[in-house]
């Protein structure tokens, strides 16, 4: 927590118009990860994120349409320019490797039907690498997944579009779990 | 027949059919005509993309995003817009993320609600000036307003509010205030246009919560009450999703736009045109779709001779949504009384369609007699430049048209109008 304080401190500090676009962004790839993958719990991996998506959850950010006090106290101040041009700096940023353990196939298998029964490939893509403002959720840190659709369940995370609000509507914990499992190790 | 009663025995001969099947049939695994899944588990009719077939071309379909941020004045299409000769457009706002419903009020305030963000806005001009203000926040999808005497309606995904004498107060407008709220609380089809009638009457539809569904009691339906929110009575039902409204001039009979279902097929079912003749009409949905379609799915065993077919047919999946009828003077003659649709453009289509301005024309007898595009051009090469939502004639005669894709208003003028400045 020290370090993040201390990061958003370096980022408020940085004459915005002075620094340059990696400058402005190390406190954020800091947690975030500097090559696409973060390596902190909860802190989702950006690398290869959908530049538009990027671009909603900053604005949302901005707004406090979502509320993470830590990420509303980044976004705060930001221009739309900002917006735009850090989306479009960490679209490209390298996508993120799933975990190099061997998975667990019945786990596999019942994720892989959730996803059929819920047609998670029509927005995510059938390799779930997103598109446009739908978010890549392949190789996502799996703790940041569950937690994500626990709270798309509890109403916490209200997305932009309503789409995920319905989509978990009538699914249960254990297929979160094993949802989570799954996609944080597609390839 | 009561419409009421039509779909009460509906719902009653579907689960005297399905028990019947789960009595009969256990242990016939093969067995095709399986009872539908209960709404609310995986697969079921209230899931978004029930109904999506599994080929790649249905795949790729997803509804389309509008960017957050409203862009900016130099990045507006209305160079690119196509209109009739003699007609111009130009930017009237700027600005305005999510730009959604329009309202006019008595002191020429222009209202704008937000479908994903959380605010209303009210653009005010003063000495040729326009100024755009957020007079309500973190409100939850406010994408209704409607305006009668002074006082401004709100219309929230599960609740309607006001804010008296809004007109008056618009540097320091005051929380609105609760007018009514029982009302579902889907996401599906849970955002609101509303209009104030003219019986003085407030009305309120809510939306089938799914893409093709039997909706319960409360669900697909036009609700009208009185301003403070009492006297409550269903005068729609089978209405999918009306996202705009408005009265003829002559008759008061109400004319709604409802969009069609999603992946019955790339062409079909239209989304509708309907007129309201008699309180308590059923307009078919989910049981026959555009009037002459019994659906895939519900409308077996139905015929659409029980419903009130549509009045006119809006295009496959073109997203009719708000529409007035024009009363002014500015414009052509053939345009009086005729209707202005905004159809906010298709995405469960390939080649996608709207994405335009409708003009509606009607014959005396209220019937349809064309639909043609009127202010096109927000579609190019398959990709929306822009998306209108609503539509408001203003006092001088002039059409203002909202963008939420762009997060902008428009105005379009006639003949040779002096244009304010932007």
Same mark, same amino acid.
């Given at each position: 927590?020290?370090?993040?304080?201390?990061?958003?401190?370096?980022?408020?500090?940085?004459?915005?118009?002075?620094?340059?676009?990696?400058?402005?962004?190390?406190?954020?790839?800091?947690?975030?990860?500097?090559?696409?993958?973060?390596?902190?719990?909860?802190?989702?991996?950006?690398?290869?994120?959908?530049?538009?998506?990027?671009?909603?959850?900053?604005?949302?950010?901005?707004?406090?349409?979502?509320?993470?006090?830590?990420?509303?106290?980044?976004?705060?101040?930001?221009?739309?320019?900002?917006?735009?041009?850090?989306?479009?700096?960490?679209?490209?940023?390298?996508?993120?490797?799933?975990?190099?353990?061997?998975?667990?196939?019945?786990?596999?298998?019942?994720?892989?039907?959730?996803?059929?029964?819920?047609?998670?490939?029509?927005?995510?893509?059938?390799?779930?690498?997103?598109?446009?403002?739908?978010?890549?959720?392949?190789?996502?840190?799996?703790?940041?997944?569950?937690?994500?659709?626990?709270?798309?369940?509890?109403?916490?995370?209200?997305?932009?579009?309503?789409?995920?609000?319905?989509?978990?509507?009538?699914?249960?914990?254990?297929?979160?779990?094993?949802?989570?499992?799954?996609?944080?190790?597609?390839? | 027949?009561?419409?009421?009663?039509?779909?009460?025995?509906?719902?009653?001969?579907?689960?005297?059919?399905?028990?019947?099947?789960?009595?009969?049939?256990?242990?016939?695994?093969?067995?095709?005509?399986?009872?539908?899944?209960?709404?609310?588990?995986?697969?079921?009719?209230?899931?978004?993309?029930?109904?999506?077939?599994?080929?790649?071309?249905?795949?790729?379909?997803?509804?389309?995003?509008?960017?957050?941020?409203?862009?900016?004045?130099?990045?507006?299409?209305?160079?690119?817009?196509?209109?009739?000769?003699?007609?111009?457009?130009?930017?009237?706002?700027?600005?305005?993320?999510?730009?959604?419903?329009?309202?006019?009020?008595?002191?020429?305030?222009?209202?704008?609600?937000?479908?994903?963000?959380?605010?209303?806005?009210?653009?005010?001009?003063?000495?040729?000036?326009?100024?755009?203000?957020?007079?309500?926040?973190?409100?939850?999808?406010?994408?209704?307003?409607?305006?009668?005497?002074?006082?401004?309606?709100?219309?929230?995904?599960?609740?309607?509010?006001?804010?008296?004498?809004?007109?008056?107060?618009?540097?320091?407008?005051?929380?609105?205030?609760?007018?009514?709220?029982?009302?579902?609380?889907?996401?599906?089809?849970?955002?609101?246009?509303?209009?104030?009638?003219?019986?003085?009457?407030?009305?309120?539809?809510? @939306?089938?919560?799914?893409?093709?569904?039997?909706?319960?009691?409360?669900? @697909?339906?036009?609700?009208?009450?009185?301003?403070?929110?009492? @006297?409550?009575?269903?005068?729609?039902?089978?209405?999918?999703?009306?996202?705009?409204?408005?009265?003829?001039?002559?008759?008061?009979?109400?004319?709604?736009?409802?969009?069609?279902?999603?992946?019955?097929?790339?062409?079909?079912?239209?989304?509708?045109?309907?007129?309201?003749?008699?309180?308590?009409?059923?307009?078919?949905?989910?049981?026959?779709?555009?009037?002459?379609?019994?659906?895939?799915?519900?409308?077996?065993?139905?015929?659409?001779?029980?419903?009130?077919?549509?009045?006119?047919?809006?295009?496959?999946?073109?997203?009719?949504?708000?529409?007035?009828?024009?009363?002014?003077?500015?414009?052509?003659?053939?345009?009086?009384?005729?209707?202005?649709?905004?159809?906010?453009?298709?995405?469960?289509?390939?080649?996608?369609?709207?994405?335009?301005?409708?003009?509606?024309?009607?014959?005396?007898?209220?019937?349809?007699?064309?639909?043609?595009?009127?202010?096109?051009?927000?579609?190019?090469?398959?990709?929306?430049?822009?998306?209108?939502?609503?539509?408001?004639?203003?006092?001088?005669?002039?059409?203002?048209?909202?963008?939420?894709?762009? @997060?902008?208003?428009?105005?379009?003028?006639?003949?040779?109008?002096?244009?304010?400045?932007?």
């Amino acid at each position: 927590m020290r370090a993040i304080l201390a990061a958003i401190a370096i980022a408020a500090a940085l004459p915005a118009a002075a620094a340059t676009l990696e400058e402005r962004l190390a406190p954020c790839l800091s947690c975030h990860g500097e090559k696409g993958q973060s390596a902190n719990q909860d802190v989702p991996s950006l690398g290869a994120q959908q530049k538009d998506y990027v671009l909603v959850q900053l604005y949302m950010f901005r707004e406090k349409l979502r509320k993470v006090e830590l990420m509303n106290e980044m976004a705060k101040g930001l221009t739309d320019d900002d917006l735009r041009a850090f989306s479009e700096f960490i679209a490209k940023l390298p996508a993120p490797l799933p975990p190099a353990d061997a998975s667990d196939a019945a786990r596999v298998a019942r994720a892989q039907e959730i996803v059929g029964k819920n047609r998670c490939n029509s927005c995510h893509t059938s390799t779930f690498v997103g598109q446009d403002q739908i978010p890549r959720i392949a190789a996502q840190r799996e703790d940041y997944l569950l937690r994500s659709l626990r709270e798309y369940k509890s109403n916490e995370r209200r997305s932009y579009d309503p789409a995920m609000a319905s989509v978990v509507e009538p699914l249960k914990d254990e297929d979160f779990v094993d949802l989570a499992y799954y996609l944080a190790r597609v390839k | 027949m009561k419409p009421q009663s039509v779909s009460a025995r509906a719902l009653l001969r579907a689960g005297t059919l399905a028990a019947a099947f789960a009595v009969a049939l256990p242990a016939m695994a093969q067995q095709p005509a399986a009872p539908l899944p209960k709404p609310g588990t995986p697969g079921a009719p209230n899931q978004p993309l029930y109904g999506r077939p599994d080929n790649e071309a249905a795949i790729k379909l997803a509804p389309v995003p509008a960017p957050p941020i409203a862009a900016s004045v130099d990045k507006l299409p209305v160079d690119k817009l196509k209109l009739p000769k003699g007609f111009n457009i130009e930017v009237y706002a700027s600005g305005i993320p999510d730009a959604r419903s329009l309202r006019l009020g008595d002191k020429g305030t222009v209202f704008v609600g937000n479908r994903l963000q959380d605010k209303v806005y009210a653009i005010t001009e003063k000495d040729g000036k326009r100024t755009v203000k957020v007079i309500a926040s973190g409100l939850y999808k406010p994408n209704g307003v409607a305006f009668h005497n002074g006082t401004l309606y709100i219309a929230e995904l599960s609740k309607i509010s006001k804010i008296e004498g809004i007109e008056d107060k618009l540097d320091n407008p005051p929380k609105p205030t609760l007018v009514y709220d029982n009302l579902p609380k889907d996401e599906a089809h849970g955002w609101k246009f509303i209009s104030i009638g003219p019986d003085n009457k407030l009305y309120v539809p809510v @939306g089938q919560p799914c893409n093709a569904c039997i909706p319960s009691d409360a669900h @697909g339906q036009i609700r009208r009450m009185n301003l403070d929110g009492s @006297g409550v009575e269903v005068i729609a039902r089978g209405v999918r999703n009306t996202v705009g409204f408005d009265w003829h001039p002559v008759t008061k009979e109400l004319y709604f736009t409802d969009n069609g279902r999603d992946w019955l097929s790339e062409d079909l079912p239209n989304d509708e045109l309907n007129r309201l003749t008699k309180a308590g009409q059923h307009f078919g949905s989910p049981y026959c779709l555009q009037g002459n379609i019994p659906d895939s799915e519900f409308g077996w065993g139905r015929s659409c001779s029980e419903f009130v077919a549509p009045v006119g047919l809006m295009g496959p999946h073109a997203a009719a949504l708000g529409m007035r009828f024009y009363n002014g003077t500015m414009f052509p003659a053939e345009y009086r009384g005729a209707i202005l649709v905004a159809r906010h453009g298709s995405w469960n289509r390939s080649n996608k369609f709207g994405g335009d301005i409708a003009l509606v024309k009607l014959n005396k007898d209220g019937s349809v007699k064309s639909v043609e595009p009127f202010i096109t051009g927000f579609l190019v090469d398959n990709k929306y430049i822009g998306r209108p939502v609503d539509v408001q004639p203003m006092k001088d005669g002039s059409l203002l048209i909202s963008d939420d894709y762009d @997060g902008a208003v428009y105005r379009v003028t006639y003949g040779n109008a002096k244009t304010a400045n932007r």
